[in-house]
């Protein structure tokens, strides 16, 4: 998940927002995880389209395609299952974000407590302490559902260390599925720590360049591209995007922007989501038009009064997006057999239900554990 405490919003001296705001982050972060937590549960459904996230298969386009000149009563679900994934893009460009913004713009200071290994190990600590729990949890629920995994200490051990992204067939290794974010976002603390920080916008470039230039060569459909878009590589296309809007946001002024102007910016860069997504060489694009799809929608929906409540729902959501993020396998793996067994809908809302309340809960928890800390420590 974005750094939460300085990532959100950022004001100059006079108070003045120069980028995006507090509220905004946590629109966007809501708009994240809402694709994420129902794309995981969509497709893991039989009828629905299957995405293409660490590989990219012809067939699951052509299927997409299908469902999209014949919808049927899928039709919502086929679309979120197809691109709900890019929910992941979108937080790793407001990692990159918030760590320029604190690290780089902010009080943070160059000092001692923040060389290569403290940084890495304080993040460490912080992915840690939010998945933990979560990831007992999950276990004990597992194994007393069907289909239990085999879990294995040295499974274990790799999800807790969050070194299993960088294990041969990574996919096998990991589960719950989505705990495969913590490895990715540990991978992308020490890039940005050793190798980007502080560094001329070259070096961001470079590096952005070097990783899709090594993806383009790779077997589509083959192992190692599935093994390498797991590992920071394939990541590197938003969290460098991420870091360069945060550099150079002062010359775009996107929030000057006229309500139509927007707009178009907004549907065009939707439209190049779906339109980049049918072939192997612009799919690697598609992360850059998510994250500028998000942030045009964000302004754009900021500018419209009728739009306050949606905001406001998606601003609640995005405050317990890293709790969500937790817990939403718990429910995930509770819930689905209610849709497996043909009640595809009524297992999908009940699931949205539980994953919101269990979220809620363990946000209320992790708070208090936070305060706790906070006092015996002060």
Not at 104 to 116: L, T
Not at 163 to 186: A, C, T, V
Not at 307 to 315: D, G, Q, R, S
Request: charged letters at 15%.
């Amino acid at each position: 998940m974005a750094d939460n405490k300085q990532s959100d919003g950022f004001s100059s001296p006079s108070g003045r927002a120069t980028g995006l705001t507090h509220f905004q982050c946590n629109v966007l972060r809501g708009i994240a995880i809402i694709g994420i937590f129902l794309h995981n549960y969509c497709h893991w459904l039989n009828p629905i389209v299957k995405e293409n996230e660490y590989t990219f298969k012809m067939a699951n386009v052509e299927w997409f395609r299908n469902v999209a000149i014949h919808p049927d009563i899928l039709f919502p679900l086929h679309w979120i299952s197809f691109l709900g994934h890019y929910g992941v893009p979108i937080f790793l460009f407001l990692s990159a974000y918030g760590l320029f913004k604190k690290y780089e713009q902010g009080e943070a200071e160059d000092n001692g407590k923040w060389a290569a290994v403290g940084f890495v190990w304080t993040h460490y600590v912080k992915l840690f302490r939010m998945m933990v729990v979560g990831y007992v949890a999950f276990i004990i629920v597992d194994h007393y559902t069907p289909g239990s995994w085999n879990f294995t200490w040295d499974k274990v051990l790799a999800q807790l260390l969050m070194y299993n992204n960088m294990l041969e067939q990574p996919d096998r290794m990991i589960w719950p599925g989505p705990y495969w974010f913590f490895g990715l976002m540990l991978q992308l603390y020490a890039v940005y720590r050793l190798v980007l920080y502080r560094r001329h916008t070259a070096w961001t470039v470079a590096l952005m360049a070097v990783c899709v230039g090594i993806q383009l060569m790779l077997d589509p459909e083959g192992d190692a591209i599935n093994r390498y878009r797991y590992n920071f590589m394939g990541g590197m296309l938003p969290f460098g995007w991420g870091l360069l809007y945060a550099r150079y946001e002062r010359h775009l002024n996107i929030h000057q922007l006229g309500n139509t102007t927007l707009l178009m910016r907004l549907l065009i860069s939707s439209m190049l989501v779906v339109c980049l997504s049918v072939g192997f060489f612009w799919w690697t694009f598609v992360p850059v038009a998510v994250c500028a799809a998000s942030v045009y929608g964000v302004h754009w929906l900021s500018k419209m009064s009728w739009a306050e409540v949606l905001l406001k729902a998606l601003h609640r959501v995005g405050i317990i997006s890293a709790a969500l993020f937790v817990t939403h396998p718990i429910a995930r793996k509770l819930i689905i057999p209610i849709s497996r067994k043909g009640d595809i809908y009524t297992g999908l809302v009940i699931y949205i239900v539980v994953a919101i309340a269990l979220a809620w809960g363990y946000h209320k928890l992790m708070n208090r554990k936070s305060k706790q800390v906070s006092k015996a420590t002060s």
